[in-house]
T-cell receptor, first 115, second 110 residues
Framework: NAGVTQTPKFQVLKTGQSMTLQCAQDMNHEYMSWYRQDPGMGLRLIHYSVGAGITDQGEVPNGYNVSRSTTEDFPLRLLSAAPSQTSVYFC??????????????FGNGTRLTVT | SQQGEEDPQALSIQEGENATMNCSYK?????LQWYRQNSGRGLVHLILIRSNEREKHSGRLRVTLDTSKKSSSLLITASRAADTASYFCATDNSWGKLQFGAGTQVVVTP
């Protein structure tokens, strides 16, 4: 059981470039999400998905796209990278958001630098 | 905007001492969760406490929740060097939108 796997671990982009951050989970979790972590600001929710084919925006969605074609995968696309998107990105999944809540399982993050 | 805010921002203690950190939030919640993050790693879930619960224990961890004051506390008893990490509270007030605070950095020295 690998849990939540994020690739790449590190990435450097030039302003204006696009890229996709990959996230895969092997726990058959319904719910998947993307957060960014910046110093002193905690984690902020970018996008989330409650199941295959369903996505929704979080707190800071601008500049990012997501899709959920399978239960396992939830890629995050940066359309045109900007220095403000320099951050550490975490993918997280949980069994279900229905009922009384369930804990998030996190990947180890992708550290992105935009120059 | 952050829902949960941890206090203190940083905490330095010696091995064997207890560490207490607090979390305040602004709106009603379904549940509150605590996570630990070691340097360079993802967050690891510690405890989930539901809005109708007042206290939960897990090993050396004790979490309290006071919904009237919109606050929670995390107590780590008999701290070890391995407890050195950042600790985050996260509030679940809208299914699918778990909101995290900025965290408390805890350093435990031998």
């Amino acid at each position: 059981n690998a849990g939540v796997t994020q690739t790449p671990k590190f990435q450097v982009l030039k302003t204006g470039q696009s890229m996709t951050l990959q996230c895969a989970q092997d726990m058959n979790h319904e719910y998947m999400s993307w957060y960014r972590q910046d110093p002193g600001m905690g984690l902020r929710l970018i996008h989330y998905s409650v199941g295959a084919g369903i996505t929704d925006q979080g707190e800071v969605p601008n500049g990012y796209n997501v899709s959920r074609s399978t239960t396992e995968d939830f890629p995050l696309r940066l359309l045109s990278a900007a220095p403000s998107q320099t951050s550490v990105y975490f993918c997280a999944s949980s069994y279900s958001i229905r009922g009384l809540g369930s804990p998030l399982h996190f990947g180890n993050g992708t550290r992105l630098t935009v120059t | 905007s952050q829902q949960g805010e941890e206090d203190p921002q940083a905490l330095s203690i010696q091995e064997g001492e207890n560490a207490t950190m607090n979390c305040s939030y602004k709106t009603s919640i379904n549940n509150l969760q605590w996570y630990r993050q070691n340097s360079g790693r993802g967050l690891v879930h510690l405890i989930l406490i539901r809005s109708n619960e007042r206290e939960k224990h897990s090993g050396r961890l004790r979490v309290t929740l006071d919904t009237s004051k919109k606050s929670s506390s995390l107590l780590i008893t008999a701290s070890r060097a391995a407890d050195t990490a950042s600790y985050f509270c996260a509030t679940d007030n809208s299914w699918g939108k778990l909101q995290f605070g900025a965290g408390t950095q805890v350093v435990v020295t031998p």
